[in-house]
């Protein structure tokens, strides 16, 4: 079996591998260890009702309008060549520029005539050299730091092509790479990604399949295997990751069943523990797909309770990213 510094010097870069992106963000300090450049990816294989980040479900540029900007002009009813768009009076009877989804084909012509920066695509094609070449703009900030790129999204593994290429680019240019992922992929995707992964921040959903299915829209055998697989077999190191939503995975028995999958990986893992919060609510209304799990975040207390269950099983804990 070849080693990572093998893997790397065998492996030829193409730089004009895709995927669709629809953020790049510097300054990121959430996303692994000091400060980074994330790129996040459109197209994601789960439906999990909580997602912070809606927008990268589809693998493909979509519409998001913002009612609070639109002065209901009426500049881009003319733009639309499907007739997407009309203005309407919103609850509060103000009049807005409404697009029926429908009809809409997230071609981006009423963008170019918004004035108001009331409407956005959100994604675009990207190749891995247009990635890189802004990512590596940020290096002395890796460099001082010790920081590097994340690839997150959506899901990284949807994109296996472009993912290891783009990693195994930032290999070339001297910055540490790390990985936000389901880990929900085919094996295949998995070996080609992570050979080029220095960190891995792995999810976990729901320890209980059914339930797991259940909330995201797939069972998680396949999930914990392939944590596994990464941990052990590619010797990538893990942190895991639990989105902690209030009434779904914040149950005693579930964080215990979470402290004893990350112990049963070795003292090596530890565990992040992220609280919910409603942002990705606002990005629904925005994609014309409003939705509101009617819950709130979890107290600091809820949290450092949690936190205790977890650590009850010699595993390192950390409330955030």
């Not at 170019?112 to 890189?132: F, L, S, Y």
């Not at 909330?215 to 895991?240: F, Q, T």
């Not at 215990?256 to 003292?267: C, D, E, I, P, Y």
Request: charged share 20%; hydrophobic share 35%.
């Amino acid at each position: 079996m070849k080693t990572e510094e093998e893997i790397e010097m065998s492996f030829t870069i193409d730089y004009e591998a895709t995927a669709p992106v629809f953020n790049i963000q510097s300054y990121s300090i959430h996303d692994g260890p000091g400060i980074r450049t994330t790129v996040f990816v459109k197209g994601c294989p789960l439906r999990c009702i909580w997602c912070a980040n809606p927008e990268s479900n589809a693998a493909y540029p979509e519409l998001m309008t913002y009612s609070s900007k639109c002065t209901g002009c009426g500049a881009c009813i003319a733009a639309c060549p499907k007739g997407a768009i009309s203005i309407q009076p919103d609850q509060e009877g103000k009049h807005i520029a409404v697009t029926d989804r429908d009809l809409c084909v997230n071609c981006g012509a009423c963008v170019e005539k918004c004035v108001n920066e009331a409407r956005e695509i959100a994604g675009k094609i990207m190749t891995v050299r247009e990635v890189i070449d802004k990512v590596k703009m940020d290096k002395l900030f890796f460099d001082g730091s010790g920081g590097g790129m994340t690839i997150s999204g959506g899901e990284a593994l949807s994109h296996p092509k472009f993912s290891a290429n783009l990693f195994a680019a930032a290999h070339a240019e001297g910055i540490h790479t790390a990985i936000e992922s389901s880990s929900f992929a085919s094996r295949e995707a998995v070996d080609m990604v992570f050979p080029h992964v220095d960190l891995a921040l792995l999810d976990i959903k729901h320890m209980d399949s059914v339930t797991h299915e259940r909330l995201v829209g797939a069972p998680n055998e396949y999930i914990l295997s392939n944590i596994r697989h990464v941990h052990d077999d590619l010797h990538v190191p893990v942190i895991l990751r639990v989105p902690t939503i209030p009434g779904y995975n914040d149950s005693i028995e579930e964080l215990h069943a979470v402290g004893r999958f990350a112990a049963s990986l070795g003292s090596d893992v530890s565990v992040n523990l992220l609280p919910y919060h409603k942002l990705g609510e606002s990005k629904n209304e925005s994609l014309g797909h409003p939705r509101s799990l009617g819950i709130e975040p979890p107290s600091d207390e809820h949290m450092e309770a949690l936190k205790e269950i977890v650590e009850s099983h010699g595993v390192q804990v950390k409330i955030g990213g």
